[in-house]
């Protein structure tokens, strides 16, 4: 984290012990999110008497990440009633744990990465057998077959064309997917 933690604590006598707990659990978090800039934890005693037996726990954690702070909040009044601070501490970070996870997720589905694409020659035409290879710039020559070309254009492929392909491994070495013709790609630009 680039701030250190903060833990405050009211109407509850401050315990090593304790805080050790709340240490161990935000490296958990850490290590299920590493871009976590900081964490606030709160604990309180919500009889107003740390000494009260009876007293319940209220735990609240304010977790900031690049752009966002999670915040998690176990109010006895509408969770559990957690006479035990440390099973508070728990629930409370199990719920975090949750939230940060969907907040990765999230993450997740936001940040797709594509395939590069790349451009190559039709070297060889077999369209007996419904396959080909390409002849890329780097002289390696890739095997593509009829249906990994895009729209049904495997017909009208000429030994010399460029196509653009996505390249990818397959059972006898590297393979071409997605082959699509340059003179698919001019006309699909030329009519927007």
């Known amino acids: 984290m680039q701030k250190p933690l903060q833990l405050r604590w009211h109407h509850v006598d401050p315990s090593e012990a304790v805080a050790s707990h709340v240490r161990e659990h935000v490296s958990r978090l850490e290590r299920v999110y590493d871009r976590i800039t900081g964490c606030a934890v709160t604990l309180e005693a919500t009889s107003g008497h740390h000494r009260h037996s009876g007293s319940k726990y209220r735990i609240r954690i304010e977790l900031s990440v690049p752009g966002r702070t999670l915040v998690v909040g176990r109010d006895p009044m509408k969770a559990w009633a957690h006479s035990d601070l440390s099973l508070a501490v ?21 940040v797709k990465t594509h395939a590069p694409v790349a451009v190559a020659t039709i070297a060889r035409l077999l369209p007996e057998d419904g396959y080909g290879f390409l ?7 890739i095997y593509f077959h009829e249906r990994s070309v895009l729209h049904g254009e495997f017909p009208r492929l000429r030994i010399g064309g460029e196509v653009r392909f996505v390249e990818e491994a397959g059972d006898e070495g590297p393979q071409a997917s997605t082959v699509t013709p340059e003179h698919r790609r001019s006309a699909s630009a030329g009519a927007v």
């Open 135 to 141: 002849r890329t710039p780097d002289g390696r020559e």
């Open 90 to 110: 728990n629930a409370a970070f199990r719920e975090a744990r949750r939230q940060l996870e969907d907040h990765v997720r999230r993450l997740d589905a936001r």
